[in-house]
């Protein structure tokens, strides 16, 4: 019986090695790594904001501003306050998160910001993934101080239960971020980016449904006002106002927006340039 050399063991474990197909680097690191990114780009973002009063009072002193607004000009008539306010609780909001962040994405980009930023080792979706949550951070802080002004000093009246009316107007600012981060892409200047507002938002403040039922318009406007997420936000907000207990079409409703935030924001990582044309 022969016995096997040395050489021919090293030969056999050599083509079993080289037959052994190459490991993949795990997924764990990589995500981790991928997490750890998305947080510092976040974390700058807010560095930067901390920095800047202007955008500090726009996000959460405007939208107070124009609720009380609203509060006092109908305070002979608390019934169109109560009507008109919960659904303006999360347009406000959404109209101011989706100006900031638009004009503050395209002002990252023409500085070459962005563009030194996608020369590392830092991929696009981790980037808007990062502004996403700063903008996110603030958007929760506007929510909640113009819900507790709202609820509390206004005194708005909602039959639905109040941590959903809450829900419902953070979505909204939400949804405002990603529209705001994936419009930004077409721009290339931040007038261009304040142009978006009116062409974007005004056509869906007038037929969300706030001055008019939607079953009540023409059938074009309705099956139009049908594809604007700002329409799921108003119906949400008006059946928190007059339905009592958790009603299926607000859940419905919010699973809408937050579906429509998540496209967004997927989109805008599609069409995220390194710097303008």
């Known amino acids: 019986m022969s016995v096997p050399t040395s050489e021919s063991t090293s030969?056999?474990?050599?083509?079993?090695?080289?037959?052994?197909?190459?490991?993949?680097?795990?997924?764990?690191?990589?995500?981790?790594?991928?997490?750890?990114?998305?947080?510092?780009?976040?974390?700058?973002?807010l560095s930067q904001l901390r920095h800047d009063p202007r955008t500090i009072g726009l996000l959460i002193v405007v939208p107070c501003v124009l609720l009380i607004l609203l509060k006092y000009v109908f305070d002979?008539?608390?019934?169109?306050?109560?009507?008109?306010?919960?659904?303006?609780?999360?347009?406000?909001?959404?109209?101011?998160?989706?100006?900031v962040t638009s004009v503050a994405t395209?002002?990252?980009?023409?500085?070459?910001?962005?563009?030194?930023?996608?020369?590392?080792?830092?991929?696009?979706?981790?980037?808007?993934?990062g502004y996403a949550f700063a903008f996110g951070a603030l958007a929760l802080v506007q929510a909640a101080v113009a819900f507790g002004l709202t609820l509390g000093p206004l005194g708005l009246h909602v039959s639905g239960p109040t941590w959903l009316l809450f829900a419902v107007a953070l979505a909204d600012g939400l949804l405002g971020t990603a529209l705001g981060l994936f419009v930004s892409a077409?721009?290339?200047t931040e007038f261009q980016a304040v142009q978006f507002l009116p062409a974007f938002i005004l056509p869906q403040f007038l037929l969300c449904g706030l001055f008019t039922p939607r079953g009540d318009m023409q059938p074009v406007l309705r099956w139009i006002s049908d594809v604007m997420p700002l329409s799921y936000a108003v119906d949400a907000m008006n059946r928190l106002t007059a339905r009592p207990g958790v009603d299926g079409l607000v859940v419905r409703d919010l699973i809408v927006i937050?579906?429509?935030?998540?496209?967004?924001?997927?989109?805008?990582a599609v069409t995220l340039r390194r710097r303008t044309a």
């Open 11 to 45: 030969e056999s474990t050599s083509a079993a090695t080289a037959a052994r197909p190459p490991e993949r680097p795990a997924a764990a690191p990589r995500a981790r790594a991928s997490a750890l990114r998305t947080l510092a780009t976040a974390q700058r973002v």
């Open 76 to 99: 002979a008539e608390p019934r169109i306050f109560d009507h008109s306010g919960a659904p303006l609780l999360g347009i406000f909001p959404l109209t101011v998160m989706f100006l």
């Open 106 to 129: 395209l002002r990252e980009r023409s500085s070459g910001t962005l563009e030194r930023l996608l020369t590392m080792p830092l991929g696009k979706l981790d980037l808007l993934l």
């Open 186 to 188: 077409f721009a290339a």
């Open 258 to 268: 937050v579906g429509i935030t998540l496209v967004s924001l997927a989109l805008g």
